[in-house]
Nanobody, 117 residues
Framework: QVQLVESGGGLVQAGGSLRLSCAASESISRTNVMGWYRQGPGKQRDLVATITSDGRTNYAAYVKGRFTIFRDDAKNTVYLQMNDLKSVDSDVYFC???????????WGQGTPVTVSS
């Protein structure tokens, strides 16, 4: 079973930047999607950004132009570069991995992001 280990969350002032990283514990499928979701207390888990193994990206509208998702397949790692952070970006961010066309999805343990205004 694939384990996803996240890092890079923390406290930052509004307007600042953070880079989240998520490393898969073992080799992953050649056709897959990886990404990031966010979740607040008592709320559903919402899409932030995803990237497929062939490089197609998908972003939530409110992060376009501020966040960039990219991946390093040699390291089985996906990144989320977050710039111009706002207080509304504060949440717990979860890494996601799934095989395209498959039925299983994997989640990281979550990393908190707090943006102070």
């Amino acid at each position: 079973q694939v384990q996803l280990v996240e890092s890079g969350g923390g406290l930052v002032q509004a307007g600042g930047s953070l880079r989240l990283s998520c490393a898969a514990s073992e080799s992953i499928s050649r056709t897959n999607v990886m990404g990031w979701y966010r979740q607040g207390p008592g709320k559903q888990r919402d899409l932030v950004a995803t990237i497929t193994s062939d490089g197609r990206t998908n972003y939530a509208a409110y992060v376009k132009g501020r966040f960039t998702i990219f991946r390093d397949d040699a390291k089985n790692t996906v990144y989320l570069q977050m710039n111009d952070l706002k207080s509304v970006d504060s949440d717990v961010y979860f890494c996601y991995y799934a095989v395209l066309g498959g039925t299983s999805a994997y989640w990281g343990q979550g990393t908190p992001v707090t943006v102070s205004s």
